[in-house]
């Protein structure tokens, strides 16, 4: 078989597997058992040993399976991973968001290049992997979840700590067009809840206005943003250079003469490094316990204050001598490094020690938006870094 062939087989398998992968409907928060039945199949069938790991409900779940080196050397292994929740659609496409369409050299669904592209990338190539004399260890990690605040992840990380596995090279394989992302802010966001005490407007002593608690604590936020600012790190690879903070909405009373009992502040931080977001909750908090919520029992003991977090998706920190970005950049050629200004995964498998890099098909200006596509030569240059990757997982 010439290796043009095999490249053009390969290149089919990933279209169709992708077309397969774009007909579930793995909305965020939704069950996705079936894809991930899908995927589990095809690699079993190739030999892979898998587990999964569930939410409380077990209908969402993430599956890690892999296939074992034959000739097990110092190697480290590698880690193929992609989330496989999409963001919902809204009204207006050209063509079936859950029918991939093929137009020219682009294919359409939802999905296409956040994230299904790099999984059925990786499904197409496994084939290959299986065959191959491989001296590491080829993991492919699918993970549910990964758009609401990455909720799926942690429970396989926690599940990847229990098993020992704590040393690898991972690729997320989020569309950055195959550039190498190597760093992102964290991403934190909260909805803080004030419960007071309604009454008549003419007698505000005799109420607790959630309003004006919840007026108190942003204004508090503001100055925190203030010190955040002069918190930057030296040399800081981000734009702006410091932690940001922003307040998302305030949601509280019903009317000009009524103490209002209920208010909530949505906000949220993206912090650079992880101490801004332990000192911002740490200040934020004691004020809120100490002062707001002190003056508030004063007039009704019942009152309270809730901060909810709805997620907070750990950043990815730059690592000067990363392995990863130097596997990447020796198969791409390509040795720029970039930030993004969206949050991925990337964080969660570096916590545990594992070097990561962001690298994948496709563009994030197509990502979450209507007539969502990648460009089909997308798949064809993961693919050739897949193939890469085989090279220099290979025993000689
Ligand atoms: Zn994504």
Known sequence: MSTENTSDQLFNSSVKILTDLIAFKTISGEDNSSLI???DEILKKLGATSFKTFDDEKKRVNLFATLKAKHPSNKKPIILSGHTDVVPVSKGWSTDPFVATIKN?????RGACDMKGFIACTLAFAPVYSK????????????????????????????????????GICIIGEPTNMKIIDAHKGCYEYTTYFEGLAGHSSAPHKGVSAVEYASRYVNKLIELREKLKERSPKNSIFDPPHSTLSIGGIFGGIAHNVIADKCHVNWETRPVVKEDGVFLNAELDKYANEVLLTDMKKVFPNSSITKKIIGEVTGFDRDKKSNACELVSNLTGDNTREVVSFGTEAGLFQEIGISTVVCGPGSIEQAHKIDEFIVLDELKKCLSLLNGIKGQSISN
Not at 105 to 109: I, P, Q, V, Y
Not at 152 to 161: F, S
Request: charged fraction near 35%; glycine fraction near 6%.
């Open 37 to 39: 039945h899908y995927c």
């Open 105 to 109: 050299d682009k294919l359409f669904g």
């Open 132 to 167: 191959a004399n491989l001296d590491r260890d080829i993991h492919f990690s699918y993970t549910f979840d990964e758009e609401t605040a990455c909720i799926g992840a942690p429970i396989l990380i926690e599940e990847l700590k229990k098993r020992g596995v704590k040393d």
